[in-house]
């Protein structure tokens, strides 16, 4: 049982590690990539006080050796569903199980919106991870959105994996190579179908899929975990960074605007804190 | 006018300017010390992400050197008022004043709390500013608390400008050296007199005088601007770091728990934002 779960691998993921770290905590930290991808996109950074006009790359890097000169380091895992347990929570990560008396939400805000009708279908034909349902959709029909090229392997091993595989890359510069693969230039509007998923709509035509694939960087918190109280793609916190469920906490871009750095190390640092208190008053 | 003033030299502060600067605005930034003198005290600060193991001199050189590298310094001014003046503020700063559409509160928290009969007093013989009210006291009695080393300089001035200064230094290594001064190891508990300050009390016996100096830092939230909703030393503010005074807003230790530099940093940046987004609503 571990302290605290961290998800997500960006700056309030990095900021809430180190002060965990340092507030001696037993805890998780959990994320899809190595670190946050979308940081290390941006060009110049102008106003993260202490480093001018570095890039993100740069920013990105030395979050991270910051984190290693202290011991840490993100498990590279997606988090498929926060579970409350009885006065702890259960992470689903693929194949594990995690438990945590606490989780600090930082898996950013999703640029791409959930589809409408894929909450409903979760476990039912939608999935989030490659590695851990692929098998089940050997030699089948699979529709795949890969909102990333960071996911791209990802999307080419369920095209090997499958029979027929309808990858729809929400990027310019993509590369599917896979036989397998028919490449759709649109964006899934709606899911529907019976007790499984059975069809991917467009504007106005559909294609029949046995499952469908969403690569993105984090489910949307509300799918993520359930009740938790959000406001459109944000979560709801205190000033000490509490969501409306004792024990969960969130930080960084998924708590609203303005999207910055400093902001999300700044949550960082105070949901770690809140975390130290929690389990202080919940022995 | 001033599109914004931003109260404090400290890491809240910096990020603050840092933003608004961006941001495209045009403000005056005014602190006590050219830097946080406080910031600069610690030993070694570890969860700074991105800067390891950095020392808090280390931090605050590498916080104003970047503002600087952006062409922006603080004015070393004391700020000892902050007025509502219709639609806009007047802050006054010794004998100075400035006109500000917004305020951005960022002084730090009092380590010292005020002094009962304290409020009372200010402008019938309670100053902070050695060098705007000094010369009213010439030849006459007077009392300085000196919170801190660096206002011993302005302790001195006072001593040799008085005929008789009772000095309060409330740390270890002072060094009053006027001939005027006389130290009292005490720390002064009550203020009392008619319509002006008479006396100064410690816990038994008390000292006479025609005024008092107290030097530190900045004011209570309080104290400095009149109708602010306050918690105890903390100014309360939203997530947006807005208070109850429309057009004010407020960052860093000021805003509470935890005292670190990246919730600071973090706040700075949103109160930056949110004032941006005042006067575009407010115009």
Request: glycine share 12%.
């Amino acid at each position: 049982m571990y302290d605290c779960a961290i998800i997500g691998g960006g700056p309030a993921g990095v900021s809430a590690a180190l002060n965990l770290k340092l507030l001696g905590k037993n805890f998780i930290w959990l994320s899809t990539h190595a670190v946050s991808h979308k940081a290390a996109l941006a060009e110049k950074i102008k106003n993260y006080p202490g480093l001018p006009d570095v890039s993100g790359d740069g920013l990105v890097r030395a979050l991270l050796s910051h984190a290693q000169a202290m011991g840490i380091n993100p498990v590279e895992k997606f988090v498929s569903g926060v579970y409350d347990t009885d006065g702890s929570f259960t992470l689903t990560a693929g194949n594990d199980n995690y438990e945590a008396r606490t989780v600090i939400l930082c898996a950013g805000v999703q640029s791409s919106a959930g589809i409408e009708g894929e909450e409903g279908f979760v476990g039912r034909g939608v999935s989030y991870c490659a590695t851990c349902d692929g098998f089940l959709y050997k030699g089948k029909t699979i529709a795949v959105l890969c909102t990333d090229k960071s996911f791209e392997h990802e999307a080419e091993y369920l095209c090997d994996l499958a029979g027929k595989a309808y990858v729809m890359p929400l990027y310019a510069d993509y590369k599917i190579i896979s036989p397998n693969a028919e490449v759709i230039l649109k964006k899934p509007s709606r899911l529907s179908g019976g007790m499984r998923l059975e069809k991917v709509w467009f504007k106005d035509d559909s294609v029949s899929v046995d499952g469908m694939f969403i690569l993105r960087g984090a489910l949307a918190p509300s799918t993520l975990v359930r009740g938790l109280e959000t406001d459109g793609a944000h979560v709801v916190v205190d000033r000490a960074c509490r969501t409306n469920i004792a024990g969960i906490f969130a930080a960084g871009d998924c708590t609203g605007r303005p999207y910055q750095y400093a902001k999300s190390v700044g949550e960082g640092n105070v949901a770690a804190h809140s975390v130290v208190q929690f389990l202080a008053e919940n022995k």
